[in-house]
Structures are given as C-alpha cells and as structure tokens.
C-alpha cells in the first residue's frame, strides 16, 4: 500500500520573501523564456530561479541560490509535521465555476505496482535527466506530483475540512484566474484520520511522471533509509467534482510527399472525414467512436473511426480498454501506421510535437511550423483509472490535468 506521511515542509517566510503571488509559478515544463523572463522579474525570490535554473552550470545556480534563501529566512521549515490542504476555484472551458479540493503530503517511493502507485503515461528521457541533477544540487523537491486516489465518501477532505475554517496560510489567483488557496493543518487527529482513509489505497500518478522517476532514481542512489525515500505529492480524489482533463493536440512536421499520401490514405481507409470550419473543428467531449478533428494547409474536417474493429486489429495485443483510448488509436493507425513515427520520434519530438488548444494548433499549422494537427477529445478520469488498472501506459501527454499546481507553495527537503 502506499505510505502516505505528514511533512515538516519548507515553505516561503511571506514576511520576508515578500507577496506569495510574486513567489509562485507554474509547473516548470509549461514556462517558455518570456514567461520565465516575467516570473524572474516578479521578485528576486521567485522559485523560478531555482526550479528552472539558466546560466553557465544552472544546476550550482540552484543549489547555491537555494541555500542562500534558506540562510537568509526567505525559505523556513516547519518544527512540526503536517497536512497542507489546497483548495482550487476555476472556470472549465464550460465557464462552470469549480473548486477542486487536494493536500499536499510526503509519500514514501516505491516501484510502480498494483496497490501501491501507478503511472498512467509514458515519459520523455529528457526531463527526467534534468530533474534527477536538479534533485542532487538542491536536494529537495521543488515541485509536486499530482496523484489520484479514490474515496467515494470524500473522507480524507472531510477530516482536512475543519482547518480550512481559518483564514488560509497563503492565497494566489495565477494568470489563468485560478484561486489557490492554502491551510496547515498539524492537528494529529486529523492526520491520523486521512491516513486511515488512504490506508490501502493505491495512488495513480495525474501529472509529474518524470519526477516520479527521478525520485525513484534519487532514493536508491542515496541508499539507505530517510527522508530521500519520500517525495512531495499533492493527493486529490477521483471523484472529486472539480477533477477536470482537458486534451492536448498531436502536431506533425516535416511531412514530404509520399507521408503526406500515406496520411491522406489512412484517414480514407479508417475514417470518415467530414468538412468543418474551423472554429468547430474540436469534438465533442464524451464517449462513444472515436472522433478527431483534423486540420493541414488544405483543409479542416472531423474524422470519425469507421468501425471500433479496425482499432481492435491494430491494437491487438493490448487490453481492450485501451483499444477505445483516442490517443493510442491515433498513435496506432496514423502517427505510427500511416507516417512510421516510433516511440523515439515521439519521445524525442521528432516531427512530432503538441499543442495546448486548438488555437494554438491552427497557429502552428498557419505559420509552417507543422504540416498537420490532430484535435484531440479530452480522456475521462475513469478511463484513465481503467487503463493504469491493467498496468498499460498511455501515451505520452493523454492528459491534462486542470488547473495545474503551483510551483513554490511548499517544498520537501531530502536530506
């Protein structure tokens, strides 16, 4: 079962530091350079700094930086072990006004396996590299892993919920208008009740596989016991009624003129293509037979998989949950079928790359950078539950979990 533990969390003195809106980020792999350029200019004590490091060595950066703000009392540490319960109020692309509810905990590391942790996508080599040497300048976890657990009674929030009655530790609304709002709560009671709830539960990792991996790697480079073991996760129920997932787009490039045949042939032979405008080319969300839209210099029309069989063959060896999942779908019969990409092309962005929205897709396409788009259906939760459960991964980015957590509200130290 997964070892679900209170933390003596390191955390911004807002005293000293200055405005927690000024501090924070968004997860470092959704920054580009101007945003991180902007976030640096907030103040010189934003987690930016230290989560995505620049200059000759940026790793010693961190690290140097990093204990600076600690010797400084920018950066304190808790006496005592606790609970820090999130609270998120949102507007889905619906404009429904939503709160999704978490908490922020250490969680001992361990092998992926049934009962304990499951990942539910497959990673880029990549970041996992830079994190693992960013963990051994800092030694520390920066930033959380987002992980789902089920409590159809809503238990581990009902015992969190008394602490939320008192003005938060720390509120931010981030450039999407998302309200993150934070509690300690180091009341034993409480701690002990949301660890019975969670006593047996198997956790399925939403968001931050690579540095799962990482602190997997970590842990067994230090050996030994400790507090390298853990690792910082924010825990929110599946059943939560503000868990939203939204898509993200496939783009693919360099597209010469026998791919770009073998694309136009295996949209005809799997999919009805149906002419749309632009502005409606994203499906609709829901179940049912695959639906994508589809967009390249020519045209934009909505694919619909002929018949649930043709995915069947061509994903035969896996289970038939992911045989209806539209991402592998798409990986099997166009991506690797018709344009012969491999997992490398994919995990390496080899002609290959995503998109956050439509909008930014058909910008791309537009401007040259890509030859063709694929407008994707968001997955849903119990989907993604359904497939980690046979132990298959999906590929990588199926998901999107919003809103995302904020870097920099608590850390975990590893040593």
Not at 131 to 157: G, H, K, M, Q, V
Not at 207 to 218: I, K, L, N, S, W
Request: proline letters at 7%.
């Amino acid at each position: 079962m997964a070892d679900v533990q209170p933390l003596r969390a390191l955390h911004y003195d807002l005293a000293s530091a200055g405005p927690l809106a000024d501090l924070v980020a968004p997860p470092y792999d959704v920054i580009d350079a101007q945003q991180r350029v902007a976030l640096a200019q907030r103040s010189p004590n934003n987690v930016v700094e230290i989560d995505l490091p620049i200059g000759h060595d940026p790793y010693a950066h961190a690290a140097e930086l990093f204990a600076q703000w600690r010797e400084s009392g920018v950066l304190v540490r808790d006496d005592e072990p606790a609970l820090w319960a999130l609270e998120q109020r949102y507007r889905g692309p619906d404009d429904a006004l939503r709160t999704r509810h978490g908490f922020f905990a250490r969680v001992r590391v361990e092998q992926y396996g049934a009962g304990r942790i499951r990942p539910h996508e497959r990673t880029h080599p990549g970041p996992r590299e830079d994190r693992l040497r960013l963990t051994r300048a800092t030694r520390a976890n920066l930033s959380p892993i987002f992980s789902l657990y089920s409590d159809p009674a809503a238990a581990a929030w009902a015992a969190l919920a008394p602490a939320t009655s008192a003005a938060p530790w720390g509120e931010v609304t981030d450039a999407d208008a998302t309200i993150h709002r934070l509690w300690r709560c180091g009341d034993p009671t409480a701690i002990g009740q949301v660890q019975s709830v969670l006593a047996g539960v198997e956790l399925l990792i939403a968001d931050g596989h690579h540095r799962y991996e990482t602190a997997r790697v970590y842990a067994e480079e230090i050996g030994g016991e400790g507090e390298h073991r853990y690792v910082l996760m924010c825990l929110v129920a599946l059943e939560d009624p503000g868990l939203t997932v939204l898509p993200t787009h496939r783009l693919v490039g360099d597209l010469d003129a026998a791919k770009r045949a073998a694309l136009a042939a295996g949209i005809e032979r799997d999919f009805i293509a149906t002419p749309v405008a632009r502005a409606q080319i994203a499906p609709p969300a829901g179940a049912g037979p695959l639906e994508l839209g589809y967009l390249d210099s020519h045209r934009a029309a909505r694919l619909t998989l002929r018949d649930q069989t043709i995915a069947d063959a061509a994903l035969a060896a896996m289970p038939p949950a992911y045989r209806h999942l539209d991402t592998g779908v798409l990986e099997a019969l166009l991506l690797k079928g018709a344009l012969g990409l491999t997992d490398e092309d994919i995990s390496h962005l080899r002609g290959f790359g995503y998109a956050r929205d439509a909008e930014q897709a058909i910008g791309l396409i537009d401007s040259g950078q890509y030859d063709a788009a694929f407008i994707m259906r968001p997955t849903p939760v119990e989907q993604v539950r359904e497939i980690a459960a046979t132990g298959m991964n999906m590929p990588p980015k199926s998901t999107f979990f919003f809103p995302k957590l904020l870097t920099g509200l608590v850390f975990n130290l590893l040593s």
